[in-house]
């Protein structure tokens, strides 16, 4: 069966209520069941991403449930939890984040990253985009289409992330691992408590020096894990 | 293929949800059931009163019960012990419901330990209809159902039948209020108080409460002479299947 075929086969039981997504052979459409009134998010990709296999068996607040992951002949198709809420970086078009909101955040991003690093998975596209708060204040790192095992001997073939938010391996110097999500972390971090890139306006204190470990060029000088940035939190 | 444990569609052997009830099939995949509020244990003194005064009450309903009731036909051993092998074996279904630990604004008439719990709410709709409350999720006890725990948009027009397993001890106010086409609702247990403004004033029809041969009036505390309760009718109940 083909993704198309399931997509179709899909829609007799789901209406499509909105394209969230659509690049890179990967279609993210969110659907709603016909009868339940409950909806879901499909991801279709053209090739294998593992991590979702991983996240089939894992339960974590902070990171959105993976119902199924379907492998087809043309790729793969993940069922995925429906998240409604604001995204950070939607949040922060409104102000800028307080030590102790952005500090929430981020130990909700690294507790979905002690799972996912747990599994030998780095995320690779950490961003405000990809970060959404619910009404309930529950905080899920989404979106983990560029994320890689760090287990494969090959180097990383394609860059992957975003601009800003990418490491200095990411872009082709090293290879990737954990330390590259805390690189964008650092980012992330500073970006939430002044609006701008570390490189051009670094936070004051105590972030300010937190900032400056996660975003150090060379990857043996930041945390070397979630656990220790946590602590420095 | 296989089918779905709980509304037996037919799926592919390597699924892992179901797609027709929006149900994970790998248990490991529960969503998060328990919200816990952590709420202040109650002074032991209390407890000790409460005890005392529960052993009162039970002493004069048990000298009650002793009283020869010929209208009631009674089972022999071996008859009960078939209609209790006879009672219908439910799925699992916590994952779809929200649960909070409960807080001392809860009656210590039902002596809660503080790990016990409440329904608080519906994640899941059930595509039958059909609601089975079991008295323990995740192993902690459920106690209760709170107010409006069934009153979700998504959830309220779906309820067609409850039905509650033995140790549940309360029904709140208002908790199936919004159930407009609640029809049947099942006691497995024999003594359960049931707050008045329960059940929705306005239905669909006639609400039937069905409860084994074993219980009567004075176990069950229902407010017949209440507006909601005025029109339900009571059925004798084997604890067979629900459908």
Request: proline share 3%.
């Given at each position: ?202 936070a004051k204190g105590r972030s300010g020096r937190i900032v400056r470990k996660c975003t150090s060029i060379n990857p043996k000088d930041r ?11 | ?143 209760g159902i709170d107010p409006l725990a069934f009153s979700d948009e998504s959830i309220r027009d779906s309820v067609i039948k409850v039905i ?80």
């Amino acid at each position: 069966m083909t993704r198309n075929e399931y997509i179709k086969n899909i829609r007799k039981l789901y209406s499509l209520s909105k394209l969230l997504s659509d690049k890179n052979d990967c279609t993210v459409l969110l659907l709603k069941h016909k009868t339940l009134d409950k909806k879901l998010v499909l991801r279709s990709f053209g090739e294998k991403i593992a991590a979702y296999d991983e996240l089939l068996s894992v339960n974590c607040e902070n990171l959105p449930l993976i119902y199924d992951s379907i492998t087809l002949d043309d790729g793969q198709i993940v069922l995925e939890e429906y998240i409604e809420g604001l995204t950070v970086d939607e949040i922060m078009q409104s102000g800028r984040y307080r030590f102790k909101g952005a500090v929430r955040v981020i130990g909700a991003v690294c507790n979905a990253l002690c799972v996912l690093h747990g599994s030998d998975i780095v995320h690779r596209d950490i961003k405000p985009q990809n970060i959404i708060v619910d009404k309930n204040g529950r905080v899920v790192l989404l979106d983990l289409n560029a994320s890689r095992r760090i287990s494969d001997a090959s180097k990383d073939t394609v860059i992957m992330g975003t601009v800003g938010y990418a490491s200095p391996e990411q872009l082709g110097v090293t290879q990737s691992d954990k330390r590259t999500d805390i690189y964008a972390l650092g980012v992330l971090m500073n970006v939430m408590l002044t609006g701008e890139h570390p490189s051009v306006k670094i936070a004051k204190g105590r972030s300010g020096r937190i900032v400056r470990k996660c975003t150090s060029i060379n990857p043996k000088d930041r945390y070397q894990s979630v656990k220790e940035l946590l602590n420095a939190l | 293929m296989k089918k779905c444990p709980f509304c037996n569609a037919v799926l592919t052997d390597e699924a892992n949800f179901c797609l027709y009830c929006m149900t994970s099939l790998d248990r490991k995949q529960k969503t998060t059931v328990i919200e816990i509020k952590k709420r202040k244990a109650l002074p032991i003194i209390l407890i000790f009163t409460v005890i005392l005064l529960i052993s009162v009450f039970s002493f004069i309903i048990i000298t009650d019960d002793n009283k020869e009731n010929t209208d009631t036909p009674k089972q022999t051993s071996s008859e009960k012990e078939d209609s209790r092998n006879d009672r219908a074996v439910y799925p699992e279904v916590s994952y779809i419901y929200r649960a909070a630990v409960i807080g001392d604004d809860y009656s210590s008439a039902y002596l809660p330990d503080e790990n016990d719990i409440i329904i608080t709410g519906v994640e899941t709709a059930d595509i039958t209809g059909i609601y089975y409350i079991p008295d323990h999720i995740d192993g902690k006890r459920v106690l209760g159902i709170d107010p409006l725990a069934f009153s979700d948009e998504s959830i309220r027009d779906s309820v067609i039948k409850v039905i509650l397993a033995d140790g549940i001890k309360n029904i709140r106010e208002n908790a199936f209020a919004s159930c407009i086409n609640m029809s049947d609702i099942y006691f497995m247990g024999e003594s359960i108080h049931i707050t008045a403004d329960a059940f929705s004033r306005e239905r669909n029809g006639i609400l039937k409460i069905h409860c084994s041969e074993s219980c009567d009036d004075r176990n069950f505390r229902l407010y017949k002479n209440s507006a909601q309760m005025y029109d339900a009718v009571y059925e004798y109940w084997d604890g067979g299947v629900v459908s």
